[in-house]
């Protein structure tokens, strides 16, 4: 991890468990995104998207790519914070330059953290729907979310990395968790992340932007 999501990290360790850290702070984005009128500022956006790589951290090795370019993109909403207000903001400036979809843009980068959230969001329901293991409920949320905007070597290699991925138990220790509080956590984060998830589609989609990317 690097730079400004790093940082944001670091100002929260010790505070509070890691999951309650992100769920606390999706629960306070969409509060200030209520007391907006609707609009998602976008510095506090990037902050409370940092506190996630965290949570792709405790997956392992499995989900290193997705942290890596995760955070890659958190960074770049982080900087881009100094110049646009809000989400709404980039959005209007790249369809206005036409590269929304163009590699690099923050529209393309708001794109991607969006699915490193609801990929977190899913696997967590996963988790609390079924005993099984943690390679089940990874597989099956990396196959509902990501997969389907990703190539063939990428699911290949996404697929063998799963099987590092760490026991349900192994997971509730490294997020210093106990098995009914990761369940309460968990729950919270997918609450709070919900609206954060739909506003940013909606971000798109009101524009005749299609998500098939």
Not at 49 to 54: E, H, K, N
Not at 165 to 177: A, F, H, V
Request: some cysteine.
């Amino acid at each position: 991890m690097c730079d400004a999501a790093a940082a944001v990290v670091a100002a929260r360790q010790g505070m509070e468990t890691p999951l309650t850290a992100v769920a606390e702070a999706f629960e306070e984005l969409a509060r200030g995104m209520e007391a907006d009128g609707g609009e998602l500022r976008l510095a506090p956006f990037g902050d409370t998207c940092a506190l996630v790589s965290v949570l792709f951290n405790s997956l392992g090795i499995a989900f290193k790519f997705a942290e890596s370019e995760y955070v890659t993109k958190v960074n770049d909403l982080i900087g881009a914070s100094k110049e646009y207000a809000t989400l709404n903001d980039i959005l209007d400036k790249d369809v206005e330059q036409d590269c929304v979809k163009k590699q690099g843009s923050h529209s393309r980068n708001l794109r991607r953290v969006r699915l490193g959230l609801g990929l977190i969001k899913a696997l967590f329901e996963q988790f609390l729907a079924t005993e099984g293991s943690l390679y089940d409920a990874a597989t099956t949320a990396y196959g509902q979310v990501c997969a389907p905007f990703h190539s063939w070597a990428i699911r290949k290699a996404v697929g063998a990395g799963m099987y590092t991925l760490p026991t349900r138990e192994q997971l509730i220790l490294r997020l210093n968790e106990t098995d009914c509080s990761v369940q309460k956590e968990m729950r919270r984060y997918i609450d709070a992340s919900s609206p954060i998830i739909e506003y940013i589609d909606s971000l798109f989609l009101s524009r005749n932007i299609v998500l098939d990317w």
